[in-house]
């Protein structure tokens, strides 16, 4: 079993930084792939970031490729999130998931096993 849970979020102003932070419970965790999605108000769950079990791959959605980067610490239990050059349109609650076992980051909300409950990011114009 693993738990997760995100910190990190808050209002912020258009251009400016926030890390999202994703601490796991579980000694499980060094085998799950992780993602982060995100869901804005009467939006679908949207794919973020992924990252393999060591951290050594990783993916973007074309929306924040080269302002979001996605980490993890292993010896920590956390996933991070950097976001730089925030833009309105990156308001939304976050979420992190884990796929046990499956080294691999799938863009649809479906195959992945844990979630936390999510931070919410608001960035004004």
């Known amino acids: 079993q693993v738990q997760l849970v995100e910190s990190g979020g808050g209002l912020v102003q258009a251009g400016a930084a926030l890390r999202l932070s994703c601490a796991a419970s579980?000694?499980?965790?060094?085998?799950?792939?992780v993602g982060w999605f995100r869901q804005a108000p009467g939006k679908g769950r949207e794919f973020v970031a992924g990252i393999s079990w060591s951290g050594g791959s990783t993916y973007y959605a074309d929306s924040v490729k080269e302002r979001f980067t996605i980490s993890r610490d292993n010896a920590k239990n956390t996933v991070y999130l950097q976001m730089n050059s925030l833009k309105p349109e990156d308001t939304a609650v976050y979420y992190c998931?884990?796929?046990?076992?499956?080294?691999?980051?799938?863009?649809?909300?479906?195959?992945?096993?844990?979630w936390g409950q999510g931070t919410q990011v608001t960035v004004s114009s």
């Open positions: 579980g000694r499980t965790f060094s085998r799950c792939a």
């Open positions: 998931a884990a796929r046990f076992h499956y080294n691999d980051y799938p863009a649809r909300p479906d195959p992945y096993d844990y």
